[in-house]
């Protein structure tokens, strides 16, 4: 999600029983639970800052930590790190985890492969590779080679492959890199045949990817003037620009397409048609869901950018093309989503054709493969995928194996094939082949990971939020889990942007599985799972829903005796660090444990760094009165209180995340640390070289949960059993390279 601030898996052993760190509500057997010691109070220096906002004074002592690389802001971060590391580094049981989260995060990780002329290109990790290695191969039974191996750019991991897009013909590679977590990109391109890259690079791209035109002669994408003066990672991001890059030409002799200078907070996504007759360019403002739609004839040297759908009154995706026939999802008329078709000759919505109608199910994706319209639903948050011919009559649906989220399905109309992904929260990942034509699909690639799946289940229930309305939520655990209300537990939520959290499977939340943990997944408000309407029950105004949402979520784990007050945990990462962040203050009786990760904590000035105007459509701006208000009233910063006793609380962030910036969590700590009533710690963790969490390493990712799982051993008093074999880590297992080395 590029605008928005977000939203990131044997036996061990003689470990027959899976007992590893299993959770006991009796002490027989049970390793003696020895308490890191206190953790001494930290205090952060204030200054004298108040704004005058709306009319009211409102204090900000910590604001000098908004300057991220001041020396200053640099030692504290040092001192925090070094506080939680002595914290963290003490807990007995810290070794063993980071050996099971290990083991179990090494095993094989497909992409689905996508067909470019006779070519198929996937990435591919081996396990344990910091960075996925994009491979293709010659035919889909031919031997793959890897044509782009990040792993190579960086020696610590930190260089990422965050996007790629190959020519018609396979010939070419246009890919991005990030660096250190960074949300810029660099643009290069690479011949496909020798695997060398060309002179071709371009800068100051952020949320845009490269569009081919059919022939192979460059394609269009979009950027940013580089930064004039400040820090790149900090500095606010407005206008956009639409640009042609034909090959071999310098970047500064690239073909502006478009730009309207009067609108700066607009951005462009381009789709080239499969007859490379037009350019469909689709307008977004911030994070609304809503688009405009323009176009370009290609073929026509005179042709300026066409209005389509120009109102800005509802979300149209571009699905294909049939020379003037446009097919686009929307949600004009049907919150829950439609397929339309539009006649560039006849584009009143009175001439619209309905191609496949609403339904009691969110439609949350089409793509057109072999004449096909592949129709993604989202039934109470999991996955349905129903086929649909060329005039919209049913032609089947695939059938998948639970409940689960179905992904990929991407192609052009010609293809005869396409590929797609099935996981769950106990399904590490399954790839399967569809026919476009029979609409049969069959295995392809199946990961092998070190647990049995018979031993977890995952059941779906619905929660009723203070409101009345009602919300599905997926608990998973191991089989035999007795609800005796002593289980620690771990909700996670997010509930935002229209986003939908459907089912999905992480080695790291099977290692708290595995542990004995109960890890529940809340649908909140505010998401996408049930179209517009619960969007936008869940936003501006209307946030607190979600907060409501997420505690009766929580409520419902101790009514059903699943969990109780001192063994329960949140989590929830950016909008959702945001969510804890809220829930937290709004109910620290509630909750032992919280783990806001890279959340938006400072709801008074999210929209004065990088992205974060973007956001108002979504929260509404801090400078409007109304929205001032309510904005104040949720903001986990401003709503600390001296004397309460909160959850303890690990936050974590990244030092280059420019997407929300690590002031949000800096700041937020450091007042969370000064309000603590108790023995409860407040911790930071902050990961060097490191952003939002896209294209965050393997080993990055296996040290912060880590950090995470061992912290909740310790507050929640998790009581560890004594089975032969967990008594010593395992033997390290090494950061590999590609899979001809093992």
Known sequence: MTWKPVALAGVMGLLATWGWLGCRSDDSAAVPHIQPAPLPRAVTAKVEQADDLNGRTVEDPYRWLEDADSEATLKWVEGQNSLSRGWLDAIPERALVRSRVKRLWNYERHGAPRRHGNRYFFTHNNGLQNQAVLYVSEGLDGTPRPLLDPNLLAADGTAALSGYAVSEDGSLLAYALSRSGSDWREIKVRDVATGLDRDDDLQWVKFSSPDWRKDGSGFFYARYDAPADGNPLVNV?????????R???????????FHDPEHKTWGFGTDVTDDDRYLVLTIREGTDTRRRIRYLDLQDATAVVTPLLDAFDASYSFVGSEGKRFWFLTDRDAPRGRLIGIDLDRPDPGDWI??????????????????RFICHYL?????RVVLANADGSIAGEVDLPGLGTASGFGGKAGDPETFFQFTSFINPGTLYRLDADTGESTLYRRPAV??????????????????????????????GLRRNGLNPTLLYGYGGFNISMTPRFSPANLAWMEMGGVYAHAILRGGGEYGEDWHQAGMKGSKQNVFDDFIAAAEWLMVNHYTRPDKLAIHGRSNGG?????????????FAAALPAVGVMDMLRYHKFTIGWAWTSEYGSPDDPDAFGWLLGYSPLHNLRPGVAYPATLVTTGDHDDRVVPAHSYKFTARLQECQAGPNPVLIRIDTKAGHGSGKPTDKLIDEVTDQWAFLVRVLDMQPRRVPGWEEPEAPLKFEGRPEER
């Open 247 to 257: 090959l071999g030409t310098p970047q500064e002799e690239d073909l502006l397409v």
């Open 450 to 479: 070190e647990f049995e799946p018979e031993d977890y289940t995952t059941q779906m229930v619905f929660y009723q939020s203070r409101d009345g309305s009602r919300g599905p939520m997926f608990i998973s655990y191991r089989q």
């Open 379 to 383: 039934r109470d948050a999991h996955s």
């Open 237 to 245: 991001n407005y206008n956009q620009k639409l640009y042609f890059h």
């Open 354 to 371: 309905v191609v496949v109608p609403e339904s009691e199910d969110q439609l949350e994706q089409v793509t057109r493969v072999g004449g």
């Open 578 to 590: 945001l969510l804890v962040g809220a829930c937290m203050t709004q109910r620290p009786d509630l």
